[in-house]
């Protein structure tokens, strides 16, 4: 959406004349001193009789009032300037207010009214206020989709301000333009634009204009698809506008569209909601449809349709009250993407898609134009129109040699579905490979982990007709490529730390005493709210700061080829590989053992889901302690039916394979947090547990014989922690050891970095609301996945003796975020984690013995399997390699 700017002149301070000018002069600069300003101007000019005066100040206030969003109180006030200008028939003073009321008519959303406002001041000014007017109207063009009568208003008004030197105008005009310019695809003109813009907003000491710019810079950025560039603009200009309490709806728009563009939705949808409300409050009704629309949007891509229909209904009925068909056509957009998610694939349906995807194009939206093309050809294929489909599927694929990167995804996707609906099956794949090749190489570009993670979203359409295409043939080796040349790919990146690195390591810091005083307050029985809203700001800064992290780009070569299955069985030996993969509303296994592969159907994944819920809610009952014997014993008997149930589902169809071979498990979606160890089959046997069999293959090659250092630590508020590290000292004498005040996040850390095996025993607590703020409860606070990020070289072999320390929240292409999946992305090869809380009483033994058949030379998975069928603790899982 981007911000447009408008009002000025200048001149000393004396007169209330003087005084009003000045106050014009600093709407943009100065907000808050200009109101002052105008209205004691305005007081002297009632006073004295000075019409002319009078004028101008009720212009200033009109001014400053539309730069708060007051956008009913602009009205009264430009209207008041005229009024008065008229009666003392003022011509030129009256004109320069309707020149004001016109654009602030525009952001009201009334267009036509604008411009007849425009077309009165028109007969009167000249000169350079005659170009201001002309830039202004070209203004209100653009807004209403007239981009090519609004480029040539820029033109001539440019031409006006250089002729009389209005250098803080043509700032103005050339920051508008930009954003024309933006919508146009015409990037490098927009930077230039508003590079020049900033220049001479900040030579006149117009920061807040200035600040406007950058936001703008922003904008330019996010259509490029450079989304560390543009929060970091984004967050420049919130610095100044928070600072000085300027209303920030409008800009809350455009950071929703970079957040949904790397999908994180949650977060998008909360700043629309946001600047949806703020805007209806304030009456800006331009910009509120606008936010309604990004609203629809986010709704959508958060599964809600309810909500995305509405809004985008309502979107569409404003923008054509306002006369902008280029908006009303994207609103009808969100409303058809929203009919075909609810299912809707009728000839009426298609008829529609196929006119908007004209006006779309038509309108300057390219990306939606394509997306509703290719909605039509897919509706055409459920219809039974394979010619229409294939008409339209190939204009949209024409598109996948330029513009940006999501738009050639976009049509890559398209010219895959055209091949496949044309029978070039082995074209298909070569189509999807590209488009994933696209989104590889963005991902790369992007430095935060939760970015990475959030964008792989995008491949889920090529990803999963990929795996439905190899199913439909039932080629279990295809099945196995396409499912792993997407999955978990962002963990094959290393975190890239943000350019101020030093600022980071301080906010973590300071998150650590926060929280310290949050968890005291807690305790003790004080107020803890003012801690926990500290943390909340200061988690939310983090997050910022990590997401303007830039990638290597470029230099990342071919990271989506899957393995080989020949390098698979080979690593593998004696061990049967099973990776569930979901397609369809269906759950599949292929399974390699002895180098063969084969492919089985499961069944629904929710059934699975079901009975995972039913055993977690089981096991925190028995965790918790509580209760009647009876109770328990229940509880135990409800976690051991389900436990079969999920066996029954997941292991029985593949027993054939599996035999009694050490097991090798790559889940999907929900079975991330399956108890492997508790499910009759495993009981005993060796399981080794893998975002992806990629990296699984990975973590392998990098283990070592030996453990050549070693780190024991022992968090606080642990029953037994610190006993548990002592016993294990004796069968690691030269071991580093860290308890009591010793355990602090900074210690530990540093002890972490480049150890060979490490062991913490702590509270840990797994995050689902914000994954990367999973952490380890240390001495002075939480040791959190940033903290971790920061590590040189992470530990080979990492054992977390703490609750659900190995639950990781999975997003779209079996993304993995939390503790255990920071550590695969920093080079870690075996976790040993719970993924559900567990007695604390229960752990000191089974770690023990785990831990004496780990240095009598075990593998990870087999000293866990023995321990456990020693001491109990199938709550633990061995993830990575082992």
């Known amino acids: 959406m981007g911000h447009d700017l408008s009002a000025a002149t200048v001149g000393p301070i004396a007169s209330p004349a003087d005084e009003a000018a000045e106050a014009i002069r600093l709407v943009l600069a100065e907000p808050r001193r200009a109101r002052g300003l105008a209205e004691r101007a305005l007081r002297r000019a009632v006073d004295e009789g000075d019409a002319d005066a009078a004028s101008t100040a009720e212009r200033a206030l009109g001014l400053v009032a539309k730069e708060v969003r007051d956008v009913d109180g602009s009205v009264v006030h430009l209207r008041r300037a005229i009024e008065i200008a008229e009666r003392a028939r003022l011509g030129v003073r009256a004109a320069e207010a309707r020149m004001s009321l016109s654009l602030t008519l525009a952001y009201r959303g009334q267009t036509q009214q604008a411009l007849r406002e425009s077309d009165l001041a028109a007969r009167v000014l000249r000169g350079k206020e005659g170009a201001r007017l002309q830039m202004q109207r070209a203004l209100i063009l653009q807004r209403l989709g007239r981009l090519d009568e ?141 936010a309604r629309l990004m609203l629809s949007e986010a709704a959508l891509l958060d599964g809600d349709a309810d909500v995305a229909l509405h809004e985008a209904a309502e979107a569409r009925k404003a923008f054509a009250r306002q006369g902008r068909k280029p908006w009303a056509a994207l609103a009808a957009y969100a409303s058809l993407r929203g009919a075909w998610l609810a299912g809707e694939r009728t000839p009426a349906t298609l008829a529609s898609a196929r006119r908007l995807a004209g006006s779309l194009a038509g309108a300057g939206w390219p990306l939606a134009a394509l997306d509703a093309r290719v909605i039509a050809g897919r509706i055409a294929l459920a219809c039974g129109r394979p010619e229409e489909a294939r008409r339209e599927l190939a204009r949209a694929a024409g598109a996948r040699g330029r513009g940006p990167v999501e738009l050639r995804v976009r049509a890559w996707h398209a010219e895959a579905l055209l091949r496949h609906e044309s029978g070039r099956t082995h074209g298909v794949s070569s189509a999807l490979r590209a488009g994933l090749r696209l989104l590889e190489r963005h991902r790369a570009a992007l430095g935060a982990t939760e970015l990475r993670a959030h964008v792989s979203s995008h491949a889920a359409d090529l990803a999963s007709f990929g795996v439905r295409v190899a199913l439909e043939r039932a080629e279990p080796a295809q099945v196995l490529a ?60 983090i997050r910022r700061r990590s997401w303007q992290a830039r990638g290597d780009g470029p230099r990342v070569t071919a990271l989506v080829s899957p393995p080989r299955p020949s390098e698979l069985a080979s690593a593998l030996g004696d061990r049967v590989l099973v990776e569930y993969v979901q397609s369809d509303g269906e759950l599949f296994a292929v399974t390699l053992a002895a180098g063969r592969l084969r492919l089985r159907r499961l069944g629904p994944p929710r059934d699975a889901a079901a009975e995972l819920d039913a055993l977690r809610f089981a096991l925190r009952r028995l965790a918790r302690g509580h209760g009647s014997s009876r109770s328990a014993d229940a509880a135990s008997g409800a976690a051991a039916h389900a436990a079969r149930r999920l066996e029954e589902m997941l292991l029985a169809p593949v027993a054939l394979e599996l035999g009694d071979r050490p097991l090798v498990v790559v889940p999907t979606g929900a079975l991330h947090a399956v108890p492997w160890g508790m499910l009759p089959r ?158 604390d009483e229960a752990t000191a033994p089974l770690m023990a013995s785990f831990h004496c058949h780990l240095a009598a030379g075990l593998a990870s998975s087999e000293a866990l399997a023995r321990a456990q069928a020693e001491r109990g603790g199938a709550a633990f899982v061995n993830l990575g390699a082992g």
């Not at 563009?261 to 909601?273: C, I, M, T």
Request: glycine share 6%.
């Open 150 to 290: 609004a480029l040539d208003g820029y033109r001539r008004a440019r031409q006006g301000f250089r002729r009389s030197g209005d250098a803080l105008w043509e700032a103005r005009l050339l920051n508008n333009r930009a954003l024309l310019h933006a919508y146009r695809g015409a990037l490098g003109a927009a930077d230039a634009d508003l590079v020049e813009a900033e220049r001479l907003h900040l030579s006149l000491g117009q920061e807040l204009a200035a600040a406007e710019v950058r936001h703008n810079r922003g904008f330019v950025c996010a259509r490029r698809g450079d989304a560390p560039a543009a929060l970091a603009w984004f967050d420049l200009a919130d610095e100044y506008f928070r600072a000085n309490d300027v209303q920030r709806a409008i800009y809350l728009v455009d950071r929703c569209h970079l957040l949904l563009s790397v999908r994180l939705v949650a977060e998008g949808r909360r700043a629309a909601e946001q600047a949806v409300d703020e805007l209806a409050r304030t009456r800006m009704s331009a910009d509120l449809a606008e």
């Open 482 to 541: 396409w499912s792993e040349r997407w999955r978990a790919g962002s963990l094959r990146l290393r975190p890239v730390r943000p350019p101020d690195d030093s600022q980071l390591a301080t906010d973590l810091e300071e998150l650590r005493r926060v929280a310290a005083e949050a968890d005291e307050a807690a305790l003790s029985g004080g107020d803890a709210k003012p801690a926990l809203r500290r943390q909340v700001a200061l988690e939310a800064r």
């Open 682 to 839: 495993c009981a005993g046997r060796p399981v080794t547990v893998a975002p992806s069999a990629a990296l699984w293959l990975r973590a392998t090659e990098r283990q070592a014989e030996r453990p050549d250092r070693v780190v024991l630590a022992a968090g606080p508020g642990l029953p037994g922690a610190e006993r548990e590290v002592r016993e294990l000292a004796a069968q690691y004498p030269a071991a580093t050891v860290l308890t009591g005040a010793a355990v602090s996040a900074d210690a530990v850390r540093r002890a972490l970095d480049g150890a060979a095996l490490a062991h913490v025993a702590a509270h840990g607590r797994f995050r689902a609301d914000n994954p990367l703020f999973s952490s380890l409860r240390l001495a002075d606070g939480p040791l959190t996945v940033y903290d971790l990020e920061s590590l040189d070289r992470a530990p080979q072999t990492l054992v977390l003796s703490a609750c659900e320390s190995g639950l990781s929240d999975v997003r779209a292409g079996d993304e993995l975020m939390g503790l255990a999946a920071a550590l695969f992305a920093l080079g870690t090869t075996t976790v040993i984690g719970s993924v559900i809380a567990i007695p």
